[in-house]
């Protein structure tokens, strides 16, 4: 068997390169055309783009082992290629000049073709990404929510370049199927805020603030139109304004736009992103990425929801068990009642944040597709798509460095005649006023903190 020369294993070496590179973007293209026909959105842009750089990497390596002349310049896409004259490659290789000059040709010709790979696969990457942001951007149902005009915004100007994302759990038990403990859309209608956060991400990224409102806030209910959960659609109708209600109120008859109204009433705040996302939803979000472990200082057993945790200490959350984790809040030797359930809700949102920006998930083809899929089907609301997660999530990586804080509105922690939590105004206008001019935060002891 003749010996093999280096330049010969390099060729090698970039054909089993092309080989799984060609694998890899046919089973990418399998899934997706699969995918894609399902939802009924076929789109060939990406696969093509990707086809397209493939045929380029391959041109690159067949003119490189024709003798392709090192520093030629490679013809354009659109002209004929003419065959290279027999024998280049060994006049490169090992010619007048004796086999250290050989040796200097390969190594240079290497290079050249090291440097063309990477910059193919710039492009692909750049190409695969930009189908991904498409197909992501379409996944989202879309629901008016925001109004980025309210005369209730505060210094407006300082927070252009603010990301404040206004997220809320809701109730809504459509897609539950009865006997999974929470009820079903037939016996439970309608949907209410089972829980408010918003999100505030400064202008320079260096940190993430969860303020998080607490679903009995006594609130006065602004004017709205009503809304139909099941369409996502508002109707002409007008419900009028309410005093002394419920938070929850808000959104169970105004939906979306008018839980953003109140709470720009309340924080004087531009919310600029609305995310929903639903019981059923929330499940699938965990078990994508494998549920999360959480520390539980002590059995949770909840008086409608029955034992949810057993034993104190870590431990793994997922599917029915973790939903009952987060909407447990009249537990048994748990005085605060909602404070207690916000407690453990920003817990349980630290963990999943944590696990989700892991290697465990990114890394994972499978479960990166899968938390993709029970995200945007489990996820609605106005102004969410690729960028804005993007930047949510690349701002809240920094939670492992103490760089995100949770809060929750302050009030006075007891329930008023009506069941009813009574907000503390003073303090909750400090709040949000170094949250508007980015200074700060109040370190106030009645405020719950994670």
Avoid at 118 to 142: D, I
């Amino acid at each position: 068997m003749e010996p093999v020369d280096e330049a010969t294993q390099h060729r090698r070496r970039i054909d089993d390169t092309i080989a799984r590179f060609s694998a890899a973007h046919d089973e990418w293209e399998e899934e997706e055309a699969k995918r894609q026909q399902r939802r009924g959105r076929i789109t060939a842009g990406p696969a093509r783009l990707i086809e397209q750089t493939r045929t380029r990497l391959q041109r690159i390596v067949d003119d490189d082992q024709q003798g392709t002349p090192e520093h030629s310049t490679p013809a354009p896409e659109s002209s004929a290629e003419e065959p290279e004259p027999e024998g280049q490659a060994d006049t490169a290789g090992a010619g007048a000049h004796g086999p250290q000059q050989g040796r200097s040709s390969r190594a240079a010709r290497a290079l050249r073709i090291s440097a063309c790979i990477v910059a193919v696969l710039v492009f692909v990457t750049t190409a695969t990404a930009w189908g991904a942001k498409q197909w992501f951007n379409a996944q989202f149902n879309k629901v008016a929510a925001l109004d980025m005009s309210s005369e209730d915004i505060h210094n407006a100007e300082s927070q252009v370049d603010d990301e404040n994302f206004l997220v809320v759990g809701s109730d809504t038990r459509m897609g539950v199927e009865t006997g999974e403990g929470i009820g079903n859309a037939s016996d439970i209608e309608g949907a209410r805020s089972d829980s408010v956060m918003l999100v505030h991400i400064p202008e320079d990224r260096s940190r993430v603030v969860v303020v998080s409102f607490l679903r009995d806030l006594e609130i006065n209910q602004p004017e709205c139109h009503r809304w139909n959960p099941k369409t996502g659609e508002y109707s002409d109708e007008t419900v009028p304004a309410a005093e002394h209600v419920k938070l929850n109120t808000a959104y169970s008859v105004g939906g979306p736009k008018c839980l953003t109204a109140l709470i720009q009433q309340i924080t004087h705040m531009r919310m600029q992103h609305f995310v929903g996302i639903n019981f059923d939803g929330f499940k699938g979000i965990v078990s994508a990425i494998g549920g999360v472990t959480v520390d539980v200082e002590q059995p949770i057993i909840d008086r409608e929801l029955g034992t949810v945790v057993e034993q104190p200490g870590s431990t793994e959350l997922a599917g029915e068990q973790a939903l009952r984790y987060m909407r447990a809040r009249k537990v048994v030797g748990d005085p605060t009642a909602g404070y207690g359930r916000v407690g453990r809700q920003q817990k349980f949102i630290g963990a999943v944040l944590d696990k989700t920006l892991s290697n465990e998930v990114l890394f994972d083809s499978d479960k990166l597709t899968e938390l993709v899929d029970a995200f945007t089907d489990a996820t609605f609301g106005e102004n969410i798509g690729f960028e804005q997660l993007l930047t949510l999530g690349q701002s809240m990586r920094k939670m492992h460095s103490g760089n995100i804080e949770f809060r929750t509105v302050p009030t006075t922690g007891e329930a008023n005649e009506r069941g009813n939590e009574v907000l503390l105004e003073d303090k909750a206008k400090s709040l949000f006023t170094a949250l508007i001019h980015n200074r700060p935060l109040p370190n106030e002891p009645s405020e719950t903190s994670a």
